[in-house]
């Protein structure tokens, strides 16, 4: 049986850092790219970042351009685990925070919600002073 459970998330101050973390199982992670997603309230799901498969390896993980230079995803596939680090937060990085697999093996990296298949239950992150 997937599953994907995060944690990780809480309050943090305007400018601080936090490390999101993703335990996967149920399936061989290598095989397989992990995209993270947000959602704040009222707004829809954005991708921000995708690690690449291990057959994919020679891929640079993709971001979106609202976290390009501050958000940084690795992983670590003995451990099942994939990571998001982020820097520099501001009060709109405000959201749910989702980690996301496919279900088909060796796919591209994507930022687009539609071609993940299995779901975190999220981990809420609140960026304020």
């Known amino acids: 049986q997937v599953e994907l459970v995060e944690h990780g998330g809480g309050l943090v101050q305007p400018g601080g850092s936090l490390r999101l973390s993703c335990a996967t199982s149920?399936?061989?992670?290598?095989?397989?790219?992990i995209a993270w997603f947000r959602q704040a309230p009222g707004k829809e799901r954005e991708g921000v970042a995708c690690?690449?498969?291990?057959?994919?390896?020679?891929?640079?993980?993709l971001y979106a351009d609202s976290v390009k230079g501050r958000f940084t995803v690795s992983r670590n596939n003995d451990k099942n685990m994939v990571y998001l680090l982020r820097d520099s937060l501001g009060p709109e990085d405000t959201a749910a925070y989702y980690c996301?697999?496919?279900?088909?093996?060796?796919?591209?990296?994507?930022?687009?919600?539609?071609?993940?298949?299995?779901w975190g239950q999220g981990t809420q992150v609140t960026v304020s002073s």
């Open positions: 996301a697999s496919p279900a088909i093996m060796w796919r591209r990296c994507s930022l687009d919600a539609a071609e993940y298949d299995f």
């Open positions: 149920g399936f061989t992670l290598g095989r397989f790219p």
């Open positions: 690690t690449s498969s291990r057959e994919d390896r020679n891929s640079s993980p």
